[in-house]
C-alpha cells in the first residue's frame, strides 16, 4: 500500500535554495565533541558497518552520561534545523532504538518537535485558501521558500517502539503525556526529534532479542516484514513515504489524503521471537550447562567445538580449531596449552544458533550476540590433552563447576593413559562423563573395534563403575538421561562429514541442569577469581566465576579482594561488571563474570589467581582439615610430612601433611589404612583405596578455605580427592 502524495508545497531536501538556507535557523547550541549529546540529521537506510559505527558511538555518550545520553534527531552539528519532514525523522528515531536495544539500553523519552522552522509560502498559501479572499496573494518576496521561526512550537510525546516496564527499572519515572500539548503531529511540517536513552540492568531484559541488522531492517528470524516497521521501511529524505504493509489496502477512498493527520504512535512489539519469556541474566544461570571437553592430546578437542559454536564442518586441516584457538603457538602446533571456554546457544525448539555473523561470514558472533539469542546455552570448556599441560587440565577440572564432561578419543587409535588419567579425573570429582569417539570418517573398522573395546573395559573398571551406551538414534538420549551417573553416552562423530553431530547436538540440548547455583543466592557474597586483566581506561578487571551469593555493582559497592601473600585483603569498590561480555550492574550465582574493581596502583600487583572477592567476613589460612580418599592406581604411600600439589576449587599450592588420623569406617568398600610396624603417629602410611583425615599446611602463602569445598592433590599424577572439614580457628 503506497501513502498519498504529498501537497506540492514540499521542498525538496536537495534543493539549493534550501541547502543554503538550512545552517540559517539555529534551534539548538552547537554539538560538543565530549558529554553525553549527541546530533544526527537522519539514519535511514543504514548498512552494517555503519550500524557498527553508531553502536560504538553511542556506547561513548553513555559513558559520558554515566548511563544516560540524549540524541538530537533533524538536527546539524552546528546546531541548525536539518529541515526534514516528520517520516524520515521518525524512522531514525526507530533504528535509533534498536541500536539503544543491542547495548543494553532503553528509550525513556522520545519527543517530536515541529513549529520552530516553517515554509513561508506554505504558510501564506495556506492561509490564503482558508480566507478564501483572492486579494490575499503572497508577493515577490514571499514566493521564494524563506524559512523563519514560528511562534508556536508543538511538542509531542511518542511511545517507544519497545515495550519495557519502566516502573521496574531503579531511578526512572514513567512520564505523564499531560506534560506535553496535545496536537497533532504534520506529515510536511519540519520536525526534529529528541530521544533520551538509558541503560538498564540486563536481568531486566524481558526476551532475548533479535541481532541489530535484523531490529534495524525490521524482521524476525524467519523473515517476515514486522508491524513496527509499517509506514516508515522505504522514507525519502523530502518526506514521502513508501508503506510497506501485510495487511489488506484500506477500503476507504478518503483515507489519509489530507496532510494534517493524527499519527498513532509506532506499534509496541515484543523483543523476542521465543515461545517462552526469558532473560539474558536467566539463561546465563539456570538454564547454562557447563560441559568440560577433555581427551588425548590428537582427539580433535579444539576442532569439536570449533565445528559446534560456528555450525560449519571442518576441513580436515585444522579450519575449525583456528577460529576458537588463543595464542600463535596453539595454531601452529595444533596443541591446546590453556583453558579456555566457548558458548553454544539453542533455541527453545532445540535448533542451535548459528555461531557466525550473518553479514560478515569468516566472523564468529561475539558472546553476547549468543547470549541475547539463545534460550538454552552450553558453555564448552576446552582443556589441553598433552601430557605437558595436564595440571592445566586438572585446575580447569577443579575450578570450571563443570556439570558434564565429554571425554574424546581418537578412534584410529586406541586410548592412551592420558585417557586413563582424565577419565579417573572426571569420576573423582563426580562428573557424569560422555563418550565421544571422534574421525570416524575413513577410519578402519578393526580399528574403532579395538578402541571401543579397550574404553569400555575402563569405564566397567571398579573404580570408574559406569555402563557404557551406545546412542544411534533420538530415543536413546531420552533413555539414558536420568541414568547418566551409572551410564556412560557413547557417540561416533566426524567433524569433517557431520556424521554424528546432530545427535551430539541433540544430547547437548537436552542435558539438565546439574549443579543448583541459585540455591546458594542467599549465601553471603563469594567470587573465585580465575584471571586478571589491565584494561587501559578502567584499571583492573578480573575474571571468574560467583560461586555464592549476588552483588549489585556501583560506585557504593565495596568489596575485599584477597587474600595476598601476608593474609590480609584489599578493600575496594566494584564499579561495574559484565557477563558474557554484556554489562550488568547485578550478578547472581553460578555465572562467569568480569569485575572492574577500583584497585590503587600500588596494590595492583599484590592481585593474583587463585583470589576471591567477597562482601564480608574475609578469612585467610595455611591450614586446614580435610577427609580424603587415595586412588586406586600405581603404588604410592603417604605418610606424616607427605607434600603433594592441592587444588581446592580455584585455589593451587603446594601443600605437606601436618598430621594423618585413620577413618575406620568402610562404608564405601575401600580397604582399611594400613598402619607401619611401630605404633607413633610417625608410622601411619596410606596407601591406594584409603581414607583418612589429614591436616595439610600450605607451603607458601594464605589461601581462602572454608568447609564443604571439594579438593584434589597430586604429586606428578593424581593421588588423591577429599572434601575440607574444617579450618583451624586463627588465634
Do not use: W
Not at 534527531?73 to 535509533?96: F, M, N, Q
Not at 563426580?430 to 580399528?447: L, N, S, W, Y
Not at 546412542?471 to 547418566?484: F, G, N, P, W, Y
Amino acid at each position: 500500500m503506497t501513502a498519498p502524495a504529498l501537497k506540492d508545497t514540499i521542498i525538496p531536501a536537495q534543493s539549493h535554495e534550501h541547502a543554503k538556507l538550512k545552517r540559517l535557523i539555529k534551534v539548538v547550541d552547537p554539538e560538543k565533541h565530549d558529554g553525553n549529546v549527541e546530533y544526527k540529521r537522519h539514519l535511514l537506510r543504514p548498512t552494517a558497518s555503519r550500524l557498527r559505527t553508531l553502536a560504538t558511538q553511542m556506547s561513548y555518550r553513555l559513558d559520558e552520561g554515566n548511563g544516560a545520553c540524549t540524541y538530537f534527531l533533524g538536527v546539524e552539528d552546528d546546531g541548525c534545523h536539518s529541515l526534514l519532514k516528520y517520516a524520515p525523522v521518525a524512522e531514525s528515531a526507530r533504528i535509533l532504538e534498536c541500536i539503544a536495544r543491542s547495548l543494553n539500553a532503553i528509550v525513556i523519552e522520545r519527543t517530536m518537535v515541529q513549529g520552530e522552522v516553517v515554509d513561508k509560502q506554505c504558510a501564506t498559501a495556506n492561509s490564503s485558501n482558508n480566507d478564501g479572499d483572492d486579494n490575499d496573494v503572497p508577493d515577490e518576496h514571499h514566493s521564494k521558500a524563506e524559512i523563519s521561526r514560528n511562534g508556536k512550537i508543538s511538542r509531542v510525546a511518542e511511545s517507544p517502539v519497545f515495550r519495557f516496564d519502566i516502573k521496574t527499572a531503579h531511578g526512572f519515572e514513567d512520564k505523564k503525556t499531560d506534560e506535553f500539548e496535545e496536537t497533532r503531529l504534520v506529515l510536511e511540517a519540519y520536525t526534529r526529534c529528541e530521544v533520551t536513552i538509558h541503560r538498564i540492568e540486563t536481568h531486566m531484559l524481558e526476551t532475548s532479542p533479535l541481532s541489530l541488522m535484523e531490529l534495524a531492517n525490521g524482521t524476525e528470524s524467519g523473515g517476515s516484514v514486522d508491524d513496527v516497521t509499517q509506514g516508515v521501511l522505504n522514507v525519502e529524505l523530502n518526506g514521502s513515504i513508501n508503506v510497506v504493509s501485510s495487511s489488506s489496502p484500506s477500503s476507504d477512498p478518503n483515507e489519509n489524503k489530507h496532510p494534517e493527520t493524527n499519527l498513532s504512535p509506532p506499534p509496541i512489539i515484543g523483543l523476542g521471537h521465543s515461545e517462552h519469556p526469558t532473560s539474558v541474566s536467566e539463561t546465563l544461570t539456570s538454564r547454562n550447562i557447563r560441559v568440560a571437553v577433555v581427551g588425548n592430546v590428537d582427539a580433535g578437542k579444539s576442532t569439536l567445538i570449533g565445528t559446534l559454536t560456528t555450525s560449519s564442518l571442518d576441513d580436515g586441516r585444522g579450519r575449525s580449531r583456528t577460529t576458537i584457538m588463543k595464542h600463535r603457538h596453539e595454531i601452529e602446533t595444533g596443541r591446546t596449552s590453556t583453558a579456555s571456554t566457548h558458548l553454544m546457544g539453542f533455541h527453545h525448539t532445540g535448533e542451535p544458533i548459528a555461531g557466525k555473523d550473518s553479514i560478515r561470514a569468516n566472523k564468529r558472533k561475539s558472546e553476547d550476540e549468543i547470549a541475547r539469542e539463545s534460550y538454552r546455552i552450553v558453555t564448552l570448556l576446552d582443556l589441553a590433552g598433552h601430557e605437558k599441560y595436564l595440571k592445566t587440565t586438572i585446575h580447569g577440572v577443579s575450578s570450571g563447576m563443570s556439570d558434564y564432561s565429554m571425554i574424546l578419543i581418537n578412534s584410529r587409535h586406541p586410548p592412551t593413559h592420558m585417557t586413563e588419567q582424565h577419565l579417573n579425573l572426571c569420576c573423582s570429582f563426580g562428573i557424569p562423563t560422555i563418550i565421544v569417539f571422534t574421525k570416524i570418517d575413513g577410519c578402519p573398522e578393526h580399528a574403532i573395534k579395538n578402541s571401543k573395546e579397550e574404553v569400555f573395559k575402563l569405564l566397567r573398571a571398579p573404580d570408574v563403575g559406569r555402563k557404557p551406551f551406545a546412542v544411534r538414534e533420538e530415543q536413546d538420549i531420552t533413555t539414558c538421561m536420568d541414568k547418566l551417573h551409572t551410564l556412560a553416552p557413547v557417540f561416533d562423530i566426524s567433524c569433517v562429514t557431520g556424521e554424528g553431530l546432530n545427535l551430539l547436538r541433540k544430547m547437548l540440548f537436552s542435558l539438565p541442569k546439574r549443579r543448583r547455583h541459585e540455591k546458594k543466592v542467599k549465601r553471603s557474597f563469594e567470587f573465585l577469581v580465575e584471571d586478571l586483566f589491565n584494561v587501559p581506561g578502567v584499571g583492573s578487571v578480573v575474571s571468574g566465576f560467583v560461586n555464592a551469593g549476588e552483588l549489585a555493582v556501583g560506585n557504593n559497592c565495596h568489596v575485599q579482594v584477597g587474600p595476598t601473600d601476608d593474609g590480609s585483603f584489599i578493600k575496594t569498590v566494584a564499579k561495574s561488571a559484565h557477563i558474557a561480555r554484556i554489562n550488568t550492574t547485578h550478578i547472581t550465582a553460578g555465572q562467569s563474570a568480569c569485575l572492574a574493581l577500583a584497585v590503587k596502583k600500588e596494590d595492583r600487583s599484590k592481585l593474583r589467581r587463585g583470589m576471591v572477592v567477597l562482601l564480608e567476613n574475609p578469612t585467610a589460612t595455611r591450614e586446614f582439615d580435610a577427609e580424603i580418599c587415595i586412588l586406586k592406581g600405581e603404588g604410592t604411600t603417604i605418610r606424616k610430612s607427605y607434600q603433594a600439589y592441592v587444588h581446592i576449587l580455584n585455589v593451587r599450592q603446594t601443600a605437606f601433611a601436618k598430621s594423618i588420623e585413620i577413618v575406620n569406617k568402610n562404608a564405601t568398600g575401600n580397604p582399611p589404612s594400613h598402619r607401619a610396624h611401630n605404633d607413633d603417629d610417625d608410622g601411619i602410611i596410606l596407601r591406594p583405596g584409603s581414607r583418612a583425615k589429614v591436616r595439610f599446611v600450605f607451603a607458601q602463602r594464605p589461601e581462602y578455605v572454608r568447609p564443604g569445598m571439594r579438593m584434589l592433590f597430586r604429586d606428578g599424577r593424581v593421588r588423591g580427592v577429599g572434601l575440607v572439614t574444617g579450618v583451624p580457628s586463627q588465634e
